[in-house]
DNA sequence: GAAATGACAGAGT
DNA sequence: GACTCTGCCATTT
């Protein structure tokens, strides 16, 4: 487990029920901006349940790869109150976590 | 130390 | 709007 791993997993956990990040954003909380690709490989290769990765999308909204059971990842964002729409999510921009501080 | 891999992002076609 | 290609960063072998 490297810092900045640790640092990513923080973030992905700070992340509130019924938002989402993208892994860019999620990079950049971290520290590392652009570092999206690094997080996808650290997330996944850190598969711990206080861990929502779910709560983890893709850039516009969408889904991302996901190689398990991805309806389950959009399943869970559902039961959250994230509004999902086959590979990408509805009102993104108002789930969207820092988003614009939520006000 | 270098090369390959990867739950990505952005721009171009 | 969807698909393809390149670029970036960090980790792992």
Redesign the pocket.
């Known amino acids: ?5 640790r640092r ?1 997993l923080a973030v992905v956990r700070s992340i509130p029920a019924g938002r989402v990040a ?6 950049r909380l ?18 711990d349940p206080s ?1 929502p ?2 709560r ?5 909204g ?7 059971q991805e309806g389950l ?1 959009r399943r869970l964002l559902q039961a959250e109150g994230v509004v999902v729409h ?3 999510i509805r009102g993104f921009a108002g789930a969207r976590w820092p988003g614009r501080g939520r006000r």
Request: hydrophobic share 40%.
């Open positions: 487990m490297t810092p900045f791993a990513v993208t892994y860019g954003d999620v990079a971290a520290g590392a901006t652009g570092a999206a690709r690094a997080v996808g490989n650290i997330v996944r290769d850190c598969h861990v990765a779910h983890v999308v893709g850039a516009g969408q889904l991302g790869g996901y190689g398990g990842k086959g590979r990408r």
